[in-house]
């Protein structure tokens, strides 16, 4: 690039980190904008990227006021009033979205880029820590921090091969180059910027399109999503317990699940999951099949890296574990679409059969909710009681009429309530839970450290 200075305009989102931590060990002046602090807003400060959280001109670093030597780079988070991306636009800086940048690197790399309506950051997560752990050179770009690294961000000098989470929101995935695409789910999602499934569906058609002539596409069975790779690009299937890629034998006792991994032309005995967690099968299929195509797949090393793989923050995370027959336990998962709140339910319901549980959900988005307020409605009917949370809107304004309680008047549990975000901790306190599912992909997660500190506090 011919730029020194790179600017991020909406700098503490997940996906962002991951770039500004590149570019920063790249040598690049790295400095940026967000609207809160947040832990990873402190953890990127020290790491040296200048952050400010006034959305002012002014707050811009002299540095980064020259748009010779500056890139600004933008979240579609970010709002076009924002009077900091205002400023750049209209002084003569190059301005471009995020996926921009992150398709420079999948052009400079063979790149495994993992893309779905669910499970792309469990799936990239695994396939980049199996690489991490093979000892093959490997960056990564993940949507969610892994906690064996405590970052969503991997750096090795010379690694040929990324790892990046293709995110479909703002049809940010049709800026990359994949080697490996694949794609877990298509169920229809941000029909604000698609509109119909079908223009969903069309979305991740002209994804597939992107992937190298000398690559491959791997997807999961039974999609509707019709493929459209280029000449030379070859296709596999993968699921559960059939396609190319499969599982077989699968074991459950004791809080574990194990299952033998089958590839084209062999077999991988006795992978043991980290996270036993049903939905993780398919996922860790998908993973290894990726790393499969990738030709550098170590049977012994990838077994022993899905062992100890403790999965991707707020992605089935235990905050409290009691031991016994009666012992309470407290979950937190990023589920924010019907599907995925159905997933995270029926895999809390396996691991506990016969036990009460409670949810907690934060909708994500105005549109969203009013788009699937009735599959929202369904799967938190599987619960025996919840606790429903006001939307949380990130990057939207509030649509009329659109509130939580079109979910909650079509939610046909045991019991069900509307609860202020800053009176939950207290209200599930005195709940007397015994199982506790917190969901959703806003900030319900800030409130877990008060959650679990007020429970242990009654005991």
């Known amino acids: 690039m011919i730029y020194s200075h790179i600017y991020f305009v909406g700098a503490g989102g997940i996906g962002m980190a991951a770039l500004e931590r590149y570019f920063l060990t790249e040598g690049y002046c790295v400095a940026g904008y967000d609207r809160t602090p947040s832990p990873l807003t402190d953890k990127l400060q020290s ?15 002299d540095a980064f006021r020259d748009p010779e030597h ?18 750049f636009r209209e002084n003569g800086f190059e301005v471009v979205k995020r996926a921009r940048l992150l398709g420079e690197v999948t052009r400079n790399s063979r790149s495994l880029c993992f893309a779905g309506t669910h499970g792309k950051t469990t799936t990239s997560s695994m396939a980049a820590y199996i690489l991490q752990q093979q000892g093959t050179p490997v960056n990564a770009f993940l949507g969610g921090e892994l906690r064996n690294w405590d970052s969503n961000f991997l750096l090795t000098p010379g690694a040929d091969i990324s790892v990046v989470e293709a995110d479909e929101f703002d049809r940010s995935f049709h800026e990359l180059s994949p080697y490996v695409a694949v794609v877990t789910a298509t169920d229809p999602d941000h029909l604000d910027i698609y509109g119909t499934e079908e223009g969903y569906l069309e979305g991740f058609a002209r994804f597939t399109e992107l992937i190298r002539p000398d690559g491959a596409l791997l997807i999961h069975e039974g999609l509707k999503l019709k493929p459209r790779v280029p000449q030379g690009v070859k296709t596999y299937t993968y699921s559960r317990d059939k396609g190319d890629f499969h599982a077989s034998y699968i074991r459950h006792g004791h809080g574990c699940i194990s299952f033998d991994f089958v590839y084209p032309g062999g077999t991988i005995r ?21 790393v499969y195509l990738t030709g550098t797949l170590d049977a012994s090393k990838a077994r022993t890296a899905m062992g100890s793989f403790l999965g991707a923050s707020r992605r089935f995370q235990f905050w409290l574990k009691e031991g016994g ?23 809390v319901r396996a691991l506990y059969p016969g036990r009460r549980l409670t949810l907690a959900f934060q909708p994500h988005l105005y549109s969203r909710t009013r788009d699937f307020a009735p599959g929202f409605a369904r799967a938190l009917s599987m619960a025996d009681e919840v606790f429903l ?39 599930l306190k005195n709940s007397n839970f015994e199982i506790l599912l917190t969901a959703g992909a806003g900030d319900i997660a800030n409130l877990l450290p008060k959650i679990n500190e007020q429970v242990k506090q009654k005991d």
């Open 270 to 290: 006795g992978i043991d999951l980290g996270v036993p967690v049903e939905i993780n099968i398919d996922n860790a299929v998908a993973a290894l099949a990726a």
């Open 70 to 87: 500056t890139m600004v780079v933008y979240s579609p988070a970010v709002p076009e009033s924002n009077n900091i991306l205002t400023y």
């Open 389 to 427: 949370l006001p939307i949380y809107p990130a990057r939207e304004e509030p649509i009329p009429g659109v509130t939580s309680e079109i979910i909650l008047r079509d939610i046909n549990c045991e019991k069900k309530h509307l609860v202020a975000y800053e009176d939950l901790p207290e209200t």
């Open 47 to 61: 790491e040296g990227v200048e952050i400010t959280f006034t959305d002012s001109a002014s707050e811009i670093p």
């Open 325 to 347: 027959e009666k012992g309470r336990a407290i979950i937190d998962d990023y589920a924010h679409h019907p599907d995925e709140l159905e997933a995270a339910i029926s895999s």
